[in-house]
Nanobody
Framework: VQLQASGGGLVQAGGSLRLSCEAS????????VGWFRQVPGADREGVSC????????YYGDFVKGRFAISRGHDGNTVHLLMHSLEPEDTATYYC????????????????WGKGTLVTVSS
């Protein structure tokens, strides 16, 4: 499955963005889908993940209720709605697919898309 993340951009602190992950050559409905982020010089950090069932969702501790992950009605997209963004959220965000949600073990996710840059200004 090929993944493409989109929706990044420049936003002021306190603002919102919606990231989207879309699949080609496969369907996201067959996978757990996670969002990870990375800043230069640091490891990838798990942001959120939604299980194959779509019922179970997981978030990094730093999210603190600000983000929401969901599957699109078409079954082939996953969205990450981010509110109350902070400058510390500035990073390149990646979506990944796999059998399980592995927020603490990004290397366990099987498929990765190119990232989308989120920049939060203070």
């Amino acid at each position: 499955v090929q993944l493409q993340a989109s929706g990044g951009g420049l936003v002021q602190a306190g603002g919102s963005l919606r990231l989207s992950c879309e699949a080609s050559e496969g369907t996201l409905a067959d996978y757990a889908v996670g969002w990870f982020r990375q800043v230069p010089g640091a490891d990838r950090e798990g942001v959120s993940c939604i299980a194959i069932s779509g019922t179970n969702t997981y978030y990094g501790d730093f999210v603190k209720g600000r983000f929401a992950i969901s599957r699109g009605h078409d079954g082939n997209t996953v969205h990450l709605l981010m509110h109350s963004l902070e400058p510390e959220d500035t990073a390149t965000y990646y979506c990944a697919a796999g059998v399980f949600c592995l927020l603490r073990d990004p290397n366990g996710m099987n498929y990765w898309g190119k990232g989308t840059l989120v920049t939060v200004s203070s």
